[in-house]
């Protein structure tokens, strides 16, 4: 009695969403559990995993059309939250990204922000000099020149633009070695203050860090949310969001990434998917997740990855 009860309870639950009219889907927005921070709450999750259950021994005796088993378990699927396991947790509120878990800058400076979190800056490069115009007197130019070389030199302010260090790193990189599943859903904070550059999100496989997933998240007039497969024959565009919504409001953004046990990806920004594909090219496990500031000002508040283990 109990396993009928919770199939006809299954089973309503998913027609009762799954075939919603068009118009009350379009008139309610989804409901989130405040108390619930990952995936479905509890109760559905008990549900999804019954109907899961019940579908599988369907299938072994025959007992249904297969055709309804499969809308079923496609059902189920979309409410699945398989990522059950914590692999890494971070808020960084102990004020130390060096332990617990550790995570190594190899390139450039990050810092913590108190009360918001890790923090990259790198500069924007400053703009070329203009070329001189036809007739322009040679003498001054070569003087503008030589003052403006020197004034870099003291660390002075050009007119209209920035002085960078001519040391000033074009990229900050940093990362952490954990094991992470095939099959995994990332969670990240992050505040973006300035419209240049781009930040990414790597999933890497071996010691060199070359090889894996990329997210990368371009601010600005031609910005870009992109998905990317690296490999040592190269880095390619897997599928990307031309128009993603602008971050740079000194809020927090949440950015998720998941990719079940097929292969399908889907990135979301506060809430709304903005990329959706299949890609099955890695199918074995990371070795650990890197951040790269490629320009900009980042502030990452949390990380949190979960897999299937």
Same mark, same amino acid.
């Given at each position: 009695?109990?396993?009928?009860?919770?199939?006809?309870?299954?089973?309503?639950?998913?027609?009762?969403?799954?075939?919603?009219?068009?118009?009350?889907?379009?008139?309610?927005?989804?409901? @989130?559990?405040?108390?619930?921070?990952?995936?479905?709450?509890?109760?559905?999750?008990?549900?999804?995993?019954?109907?899961?259950?019940?579908?599988?021994?369907?299938?072994?005796?025959?007992?249904?059309? $297969?055709?309804?088993?499969?809308?079923?378990?496609?059902?189920?699927?979309?409410?699945?939250? =398989?990522?059950?396991?914590?692999?890494?947790?971070?808020?960084?509120?102990?004020?130390?990204?060096?332990? @617990? =878990?550790?995570?190594?800058?190899?390139?450039?400076?990050?810092?913590?922000? =108190?009360?918001?979190?890790?923090?990259?800056?790198?500069?924007? $490069?400053? $703009?070329?000099?203009?070329?001189?115009?036809?007739?322009?007197?040679?003498?001054?130019?070569?003087?503008?020149?030589?003052?403006?070389?020197? /004034?870099?030199?003291? /660390?002075?302010?050009?007119?209209?633009?920035?002085?960078?260090?001519?040391?000033?790193?074009?990229?900050?990189? #940093?990362?952490?070695?954990?094991?992470?599943?095939?099959?995994? &859903?990332?969670?990240?904070?992050?505040?973006?203050?300035?419209?240049?550059?781009?930040?990414?999100?790597?999933?890497?496989?071996?010691?060199?860090?070359?090889?894996?997933?990329?997210?990368?998240?371009?601010?600005?007039?031609?910005? &870009?949310?992109?998905?990317?497969?690296?490999?040592?024959?190269?880095?390619?565009?897997?599928?990307?969001?031309?128009?993603? =919504?602008?971050?740079?409001?000194?809020?927090?953004?949440?950015?998720?990434?998941?990719?079940?046990?097929?292969?399908?990806?889907?990135?979301?920004?506060?809430?709304?998917?903005? #990329?959706?594909?299949?890609? *099955? *090219?890695?199918?074995?496990?990371?070795?650990?997740?890197?951040?790269?500031? *490629?320009?900009?000002?980042?502030?990452?508040?949390?990380?949190?990855?979960?897999?299937?283990?």
């Amino acid at each position: 009695m109990k396993n009928t009860t919770k199939w006809a309870g299954g089973l309503m639950f998913g027609l009762a969403i799954g075939f919603a009219p068009a118009g009350a889907q379009e008139r309610y927005g989804t409901w @989130n559990d405040p108390n619930q921070t990952e995936g479905a709450t509890g109760a559905v999750q008990e549900v999804v995993d019954e109907l899961k259950r019940l579908v599988g021994e369907a299938e072994k005796t025959r007992s249904a059309d $297969p055709v309804f088993l499969r809308d079923l378990r496609e059902l189920a699927r979309r409410y699945d939250w =398989p990522w059950r396991a914590e692999l890494l947790g971070d808020d960084f509120a102990d004020g130390d990204f060096t332990a @617990n =878990p550790a995570w190594t800058v190899t390139q450039g400076r990050y810092y913590i922000e =108190p009360g918001y979190g890790l923090r990259s800056v790198v500069a924007a $490069p400053a $703009p070329a000099s203009p070329r001189p115009a036809q007739g322009e007197d040679r003498k001054d130019l070569a003087t503008e020149i030589i003052g403006s070389i020197l /004034g870099q030199a003291l /660390g002075q302010k050009s007119k209209g633009q920035t002085a960078v260090r001519p040391d000033a790193p074009a990229l900050a990189a #940093i990362h952490v070695g954990v094991p992470i599943t095939n099959a995994f &859903a990332i969670r990240i904070g992050l505040t973006s203050w300035e419209k240049h550059g781009q930040i990414e999100f790597d999933l890497f496989q071996g010691g060199d860090r070359a090889a894996g997933y990329r997210l990368a998240y371009r601010p600005g007039d031609s910005g &870009a949310l992109e998905l990317l497969a690296a490999s040592a024959r190269g880095t390619g565009v897997i599928d990307a969001d031309p128009s993603p =919504p602008a971050l740079e409001d000194r809020r927090t953004h949440l950015i998720e990434w998941t990719r079940d046990a097929f292969g399908d990806m889907t990135v979301s920004v506060d809430g709304d998917a903005r #990329i959706k594909i299949a890609d *099955r *090219r890695f199918r074995d496990p990371f070795d650990g997740f890197a951040v790269i500031n *490629r320009g900009g000002d980042y502030i990452l508040s949390r990380i949190t990855i979960h897999g299937t283990k």
